[in-house]
């Protein structure tokens, strides 16, 4: 059975940082990612790296978050830096065969990151 088990999530201050975690077990994938949706608004892309390392970040998380992946332990992880109260949302990994990813591919439950101002 496919599963993304996301982590990480929580409170952090503006200008503070967190890193989020997800694990896949299952299968491997060629794109991981992140999307969000904050409240009252429609699930967006944040950023997705490929299996050679290919990376896509939206442009308002560009300088701010990092994504990275290690393939041995089918994790995929964002560090994000420079915190904004506009990034709290539930923050949802999503997996791949091609990028970007589909709502018919594979989803997180999803972890909430609130950003206080």
């Known amino acids: 059975q496919v599963q993304l088990a996301e982590s990480g999530g929580g409170l952090a201050q503006a200008g503070g940082s967190l890193r989020l975690s997800c694990v896949a077990s299952?299968?491997?994938?060629?794109?991981m990612g992140w999307f969000r949706q904050a409240p009252g608004k429609e699930r967006t892309f944040v950023a997705a790296?490929?299996?050679?390392?290919?990376?896509y970040y939206e442009d308002s998380v560009k300088g701010r978050f990092t994504i990275s992946r290690d393939n041995t332990k089918k994790t995929v992880y964002l560090q994000m830096n420079s915190l904004k109260p506009e990034d709290t949302a539930v923050y949802y990994c999503?997996?791949?065969?091609?990028?970007?990813?589909?709502?018919?591919?594979?989803w997180g439950q999803g972890t909430q990151v609130t950003v206080s101002s």
């Open positions: 790296i490929k299996w050679g390392g290919t990376i």
């Open positions: 299952g299968r491997t994938f060629n794109v």
């Open positions: 999503a997996a791949g065969d091609r990028h970007p990813v589909r709502d018919s591919d594979y």
